[in-house]
């Protein structure tokens, strides 16, 4: 599209952090009238994108992130082994102290004991990988068998099983 009378051009680089763990980085121009409606067409290309990043909106906190309402009646029946599993399966890699807070923020208390222990003992250490995120921090996500794993909990809880 040929430049307009009057637009400039500006150098854009956006950041937009995915997961705790992950963050996608794009750099280029634009050509607009002003810095505002620049910045205008580099939100509208985020967000089409399905990047999170628009200033003003927060990225998701641990509370708000996407452990299935529906599931939160059965979390008592749950083991801690299937909570920490479904936990991964929808909210991505977390640390041990994250683990411990989003459990207690669900109600069902992970206790730091439980994950010091009973989570680096087999087979349920077997479910899961430590991986140090761009903090420099220990995360815990899913291996393929947790995964599978947590697919049959969820099956079951949801009656397919």
Do not use: C
């Amino acid at each position: 599209m040929p430049p307009e009378h009057g637009d400039q051009e500006f150098e854009v680089e956006v950041e937009s952090q995915i997961s705790p763990t992950t963050s996608v980085r794009l750099r280029g121009s634009i050509r607009a009238p002003s810095l505002e409606e620049a910045l205008k067409k580099v939100w509208s290309i985020v967000a089409s994108a399905g990047l999170p990043g628009e200033p003003g909106v927060k990225p998701p906190q641990l509370g708000e992130r996407r452990f299935p309402q529906e599931l939160l009646p059965h979390l008592p029946s749950l083991t801690n082994k299937d909570f920490v599993a479904l936990l991964l399966y929808f909210e991505g890699p977390m640390s041990r102290e994250q683990i411990s807070q989003r459990s207690r923020e669900l109600g069902k208390t992970i206790s730091k004991t439980w994950l010091d222990t009973e989570f680096f003992r087999r087979p349920i250490k077997d479910l899961f990988i430590a991986e140090t995120d761009a903090s420099g921090s220990k995360v815990y996500r899913l291996t393929e068998v947790g995964r599978v794993e947590a697919e049959g909990v969820l099956a079951r809880l949801r009656g397919k099983a």
